[in-house]
């Protein structure tokens, strides 16, 4: 006789996570055979800089319905980011810095993603455009990123809520230059972007929307670069930074380019 290898019954929920892993790795696929026809319109170069941090999970109503925080123990994963784009669409300051507060690691549809709760960038005309063409609310704030520093450490963070204008400041800037000028960007990696909650999210999605919420009207991104870096970059805990991280990466040559619309709204 043949030996049973598996309980009676475990046959349906292996077949049920069957269909589940091939649904996925079908919208994977589509998402990423779409994004080489997307007519990608805009794009920035540059480079950025990301560290880690433990946050705490953000208060109710802080996520539109349907937006779900991955957590552990009342804490989740968030962090900065901090670009400086050499060139970019904005007409009036085509360079100028961004600085993100990310406050959740975030979870809809199969997507994984990391949403920040605010973006400031260095120029009126950057914040201007992002909310005209994207519907980013972005925010302006006084952004300098200090070549000098042993290791990239954010000396001047924005506040959680409120604060006109604010003044943001990142050391150690000259760490992310380590691409060299006759580097090519390599990559092309689709990633879905919701503009409106400021959110990157991992490039494929289960099921439909659910009528009972608001759909993000979501964009693919496609990202390349030259040069990547891994960095030491401890520093103290604060209200501002919750729990960094002591490390982060840097891409510098960075291609971030952004498509239409892609008619798969998370």
């Known amino acids: 006789n043949a030996t049973q290898l598996s309980p009676p019954g475990a046959a349906k929920p292996l077949r ?39 946050v705490r999970v953000p208060a109710g109503g802080s996520l539109p319905a349907g937006v779900r925080v991955l957590s552990a123990l009342g804490w989740t994963v968030g962090g900065c980011v901090a670009l400086q784009y050499d060139d970019s669409p904005i007409e009036d300051s085509p360079s100028y810095r961004e600085y993100v507060t990310m406050s959740a690691a975030v979870f809809k549809r199969g997507a994984a993603g990391l949403w920040g709760s605010r973006l400031f960038v260095s120029s009126r005309s950057a914040a201007i455009d992002n909310r005209a063409i994207w519907g980013v609310p972005a925010e302006e704030a006084n952004i300098r990123f200090v070549e000098d520093g042993d290791r990239l450490a954010v000396d001047a963070a924005p506040p959680l809520v409120g604060g006109e204008k604010p003044t943001i400041c990142v050391s150690g800037w000259a760490q992310t230059r380590s691409a060299s000028a006759e580097g090519q960007p390599v990559g092309h990696l689709p990633v879905m972007w919701t503009p409106q909650l400021k959110a990157l999210w991992s490039p494929f999605v289960l099921g439909s929307v659910d009528e009972a919420t608001q759909p993000l009207e979501t964009r693919m991104l496609r990202l390349s670069g030259k040069s990547m870096r891994l960095h030491w970059c401890p520093q103290a805990p604060s209200e501002q930074l919750s729990l960094p991280l002591p490390f982060g990466l840097s891409v510098d040559g960075i291609v971030i380019e952004i498509g239409d619309p892609c008619g798969e709204d998370l």
């Open 16 to 54: 049920h996570m069957m269909m589940v892993l091939a649904l996925a790795t079908n919208s994977l696929c589509t998402m990423i055979a779409s994004s080489g026809t997307t007519d990608f319109a805009w794009r920035f170069n540059g480079r950025v800089w990301f560290r880690p941090a433990l």
